[in-house]
């Protein structure tokens, strides 16, 4: 029998402005935005797409809560219909 189990390797994510939280779970989710927005910064990268899904909105009141605590963030809002919608939300950081 199989089982699946939680590994603690380390995931490697792209730097490119967009990060996808679907694969984590809610407890990391506020490491995992902080750490990717310090990235961003460190590349320059000023406007940041965080894609948490519509669901019951667990991620999303915890990314927002996160961002309306770092003194980096500029602004940040819900992103565009196209661009995701409620199902995620777009963030300026200060350089």
Known sequence: MSRNTVSDEAVV??????????????????????EYLLAC?????A???IIHGKG???????????LGRLDFVASFREAEETGGGWGATVVTLKL
Do not use: M, N, W, Y
Not at 17 to 34: C, E, K, N, S, Y
Not at 41 to 45: L, Q, S, V
């Open 13 to 34: 994510i792209p730097v490119d402005g967009v990060i996808d939280l679907h694969t984590f779970q809610p407890g990391q989710t506020a490491d995992v935005v902080q």
């Open 47 to 49: 406007h940041v797409r």
């Open 56 to 66: 019951k909105g667990v991620q999303r009141r915890i990314v927002h809560s996160l």
């Open 41 to 45: 910064r460190e590349k320059g990268i």
